[in-house]
């Protein structure tokens, strides 16, 4: 029912635009858009922010636009975020930081409709990382971690679908970042990848902590270091049934991880023939193979290595996990490898 509304939706939001276009026989001028955010008919207002996005670079445009960024109807904050999005104009950026801390703060997240869930709190992000650039993803990403301190299964719903929204924003944000900049946000972050095993909730922060780990893993060309450690607390820490969402909600993912190549052992048995691990020692990921390859990596066993190559996962027990029935160990199918240069003082 719920995807069935949401289509619905999204088709009247593409279409909407288009047939007001076609019903006019010129192009409105600029007063009439800019009147029409003052009617009293929320489809009027609605179609006027539509018509002021076209009207790029024009200061009483903008300036209308933004007077109307917190207009009651929830439907004409959209049409007016997106023609933000549309300005691209770096002035809107603390009035839209705004209104995500204040109408769309997480504490009022029992009172959004799901239209603000799915597609109002979505286009903020989108037009926060349109006009706040880098300042973006630090708000994006403070949002993306907050906990409202009333838990309740109406905010577990709703909290659900907006988690959603950041993700989908992070991972586009996150694309030009800088692997000083993931490192500090993982820095900022890493204790919500066990989440659930200080806070159990109704099976849902098991999604949050694989949220958090897509987020990094997806980043991981930019910062090998960062998606080392933790896809390494994914070996080692997570649940079976934790390791099996994630391996499940990302097919074939390639990833690129930092750390120090090592022969198997007994320990893993036939799982791979090699293995990459922390300074500490401890398994990031099990590597695989053609056998035929194995001779090119014979110079590079014991030294620190840059690794890109498809993850996956295999089911049934495995030698490093005996107990478990369906353990879900985690593995990479390898691309390439490098060896680290050696930095000289």
Known sequence: MKKTYLLILSLFMTMSPLLYSQSETEAPSLNSCINGLSSSNPM????????LSSFKGNEKAFEALLSSLHDKDSWVR???LNAL??????????????????????????????????????????????????????????YFKKQPDELSTAWIL???GVKDAAQDALLVLLKDASQEELRSLYAESKDLLLAEQKTPLFGIEDKFAKQMATVFLKSSAQAPD?????????VNQWRNTWRKKLAESLPSQIVTLQGK??????????????????????????????????SELDTLRGKE??????????????????????????????????EMAVERE
């Not at 840059?306 to 691309?335: C, M, N």
């Open 44 to 51: 009027d207002r609605y179609e006027a922010a539509y018509c």
């Open 78 to 80: 959209f049409a007016v």
């Open 85 to 142: 999005e549309d300005h691209g104009d770096s002035r809107a950026y603390p009035k839209i930081k705004n209104l995500l801390w204040g109408s769309y703060h997480p504490k009022y997240m029992e009172e959004f409709s799901l239209f603000e869930e799915n597609f109002v709190i979505s286009a903020i992000f989108k037009t926060l990382g349109k006009v706040g650039e880098k300042e973006a993803i630090r708000e994006t990403f403070k």
């Open 158 to 160: 709703g909290w659900d």
């Open 226 to 234: 960062v998606a080392a450690e933790v896809l390494s607390t994914l």
């Open 261 to 294: 190549l090592e022969d198997q052992g007994k320990f893993i048995g036939r799982l791979g023939q090699l293995r990459l691990v922390t300074d500490q020692g401890e398994l990031i990921s099990q590597v695989h193979m053609d056998v035929e390859r194995l």
């Open 305 to 338: 290595v840059v690794i890109t190559g498809t993850l996956q996962h295999r089911r049934g027990r495995s030698k490093l996990y005996p107990f478990v029935e369906d353990a879900h160990p985690l593995f990479l199918e390898l691309t390439t490898i490098q």
